[in-house]
């Protein structure tokens, strides 16, 4: 799949596609003026960092999401450099992850450039932190990352995800796990994972 990151501002946030899949959702919302759309952005902006309604934001799709510090504690805030988002997903979950899968927000960078304003929130999958197994508790590989950013370029406000470098995570130390990643890789891959962010971008926007 091509990438709908072409020729954006915001474009370099986004990694190159290396290994694996890629993946992009995107939604836009024209706004009746500029005035409209800067003040709305902040709204929009406010929803991408709360990570505890994710859930609700996307309409209850499939998967929820629990923002915590680094140590793996729950938190009632907006997301930070440094925390890790815990994940419920459909089925069965990881051991590793104590039946959630894991990502850790590893950069989150405003941006203002000649009339555009991007936010953008880089996540990859990581160990769970209340566990002494160091195995990646996710079904990708951390050479796998999300890339969410929402946009004001003039009236016009997008709200996007970006999937790169999507490879299954089976080669842990355990082998259930393996066999979990494999299959719930392997549905991602075939586009299960698309519906959820496409709900997500699109709940940024309503």
């Not at 950013?149 to 970006?162: D, F, L, S």
Request: aromatic share 8%; glycine share 8%.
């Amino acid at each position: 799949m091509k990438s709908n990151t072409e020729n954006m501002p915001g474009e370099e946030q986004v990694p190159s596609q290396q290994t694996g899949t890629e993946m992009n959702a995107v939604e836009k919302r024209e706004m009746a003026s500029e005035a409209e759309a800067i003040l709305f952005f902040k709204t929009v902006k406010d929803r991408l960092l709360d990570v505890n309604q994710w859930d609700k934001i996307a309409g209850g799709a499939m998967s929820n999401f629990f923002l915590t510090d680094s140590n793996g504690n729950p938190v009632e805030r907006r997301a930070t450099r440094g925390d890790r988002i815990k994940i419920n997903i459909p089925g069965p979950g990881t051991q590793a992850g104590s039946g959630y899968d894991w990502v850790e927000i590893e950069e989150i960078k405003e941006q203002h450039l000649n009339g555009s304003e991007i936010l953008s929130m880089q996540a990859r999958p990581a160990s769970n932190p209340l566990n002494l197994n160091e195995d990646i508790a996710h079904f990708l590989t951390e050479a796998a990352t999300s890339t969410f950013q929402v946009k004001r370029i003039g009236n016009i406000i997008y709200a996007e995800e970006h999937g790169r470098n999507e490879v299954p995570n089976n080669q842990t130390s355990n082998t259930v796990d393996n066999v979990r990643n494999t299959f719930v890789g392997w549905g991602a891959k075939i586009g299960f994972s698309y519906p959820q962010w496409k709900a997500l971008v699109k709940g940024l926007l309503d």
